[in-house]
């Protein structure tokens, strides 16, 4: 959530960042006056807060000059503790007033999206920027076929049976297929909390309303998640729900920053805007498995920690010897809880495209805020501060395997294993 204050002093740069994210649905309108409306509310509970002060104190005063108050001054002291009585209902009154004036300003605020990092380029996705590209394209010498083709011609795929079980969009994995994504989660669990020093965390794959608000899930986007209604739960739709949740309201020692944590499960989401996208294979399915990056940090060094989580996906993808590339996300195409995000997308010789398997994200104090995570801060005159969050995925391993499958298919259907897994598989 952005900071109210923050709008209410400068909304013109909130015009601006919505404007770069190409965000329509503001009524910029509305909100410009619910802010003026609360700005004149707030100086006039100050100002009739000081004239209360002041009759307090001449009533103070006039009780303190003598025990023996004469009938006159009874009489003015009356008058005035009187008038402090009436001063006090109507700040009562200015209060109710504000806090409806509040309730409408948050839930504008609630929907609206992350501040964006100055370097992120404006626009929609064309203006996505490429950082690098590691590795080149495989040449085949015969044509590359796709990973819905060799999967389901060797037996190992089979979207009928999935269709059967939960409806399009859903599938089956057999046999070397079934074990090799669960020996890629495995190696990327031991990579990243052997080698880079993340914990390991067993999550719920069923969380609270608060904890899909805390993230940014809810209120706007809960039509793109599967609800159970009568329990008020959700199917997570990313591990990053669970893990950033785990510290929600929670004040954490400053020395126990940054915090590292991983884990590996089944996300869930509706895909509502995907008709007709990607309607064969793997690339957009209502279930998939991923193994998920998050930390909490100190906000000086988020931005550094942001490009280590870079490199931790990217060693993923270095091992396993795929294609890459590292592009910068423009402000359209940046997720509504981020500041700054990075895609890592693979080659895909058989669909003849990049294909996003990474994103990672700083939110900042975006998610902090809704969830009040917080540390306690040794900087002098502030006792807690909010915490910066990130997250990534480290890697979907659902799109990752189907990368192995068309990256290294051979010319009889089957496909080879990259030299990091061989000895993993056997």
Avoid at 107 to 133: A, H, M, Q
Avoid at 350 to 366: A, F, H, M, T, V
Wanted: proline share 3%.
């Amino acid at each position: 959530m952005l900071d109210l204050e923050s709008i209410t002093k400068d909304p013109e740069s909130l015009s601006r960042m919505l404007e770069d994210r190409c965000w329509e649905s503001l009524d910029a309108e509305n909100l410009q006056k619910l802010i003026r409306e609360n700005k004149k509310i707030i100086g006039e509970i100050q100002e009739v807060q000081s004239r209360r002060n002041s009759l307090s104190k001449q009533v103070g005063l006039l009780l303190a000059k003598t025990k023996d108050i004469q009938q006159k001054d009874k009489k003015l002291v009356e008058n005035k503790k009187e008038e402090v009585k009436s001063i006090s209902q109507k700040i009562k009154d200015l209060e109710a007033q504000k806090s409806i004036l509040l309730e409408d300003l948050n839930s504008i605020v609630e929907i609206l999206p992350n501040w964006l990092d100055d370097n992120v380029p404006k626009g929609s996705e064309d203006n996505n920027k490429i950082i690098r590209t590691v590795g080149t394209k495989k040449d085949f010498l015969f044509p590359a076929q796709t990973h819905y083709d060799l999967g389901e011609k060797k037996g190992l795929l089979d979207f009928t049976r999935g269709v059967k079980l939960a409806g399009s969009r859903f599938y089956t994995y057999w046999g070397d297929l079934a074990r090799l994504e669960r020996h890629l989660i495995d190696f990327m669990l031991e990579l990243h909390t052997k080698e880079f020093g993340y914990t390991e965390v067993f999550v719920p794959l069923l969380v609270s309303e608060e904890a899909m608000y805390t993230t940014g899930q809810f209120p706007r986007f809960r039509g793109d998640y599967y609800t159970l209604k009568s329990d008020k739960l959700s199917l997570i739709p990313t591990a990053e729900v669970p893990l950033i949740n785990l510290y929600r309201d929670e004040i954490i020692p400053e020395k126990e920053l940054p915090i590292a944590l991983s884990t590996a499960t089944s996300c869930f989401r509706r895909e509502a805007g995907a008709a007709g996208k990607d309607t064969r294979g793997l690339v957009r399915v209502h279930q998939f498995q991923k193994v998920e990056l998050v930390q909490f940090v100190h906000p000086e060094e988020s931005e550094r920690i942001h490009l280590e989580m870079l490199k931790h996906a990217e060693e993923v993808l270095i091992r396993l010897e795929l294609t890459y590339r590292v592009v910068l996300k423009a402000a359209a195409d940046t997720g509504s809880s981020a500041s700054k995000s990075y895609d890592l997308e693979v080659w895909m010789p058989g669909l003849k495209r990049w294909l996003e398997i990474s994103s990672i994200s700083n939110c900042r104090d975006y998610q902090a805020r809704r969830g009040q995570i917080r540390f306690k801060s040794k900087e002098k005159g502030v006792k807690h501060r909010l915490v910066h969050t990130l997250n990534g995925s480290g890697v979907a391993a659902g799109r990752c395997m189907i990368a192995i499958m068309e990256n290294y298919q051979k010319e009889d259907g089957s496909f080879e294993l990259p030299k990091v897994l061989s000895k993993r598989y056997k």
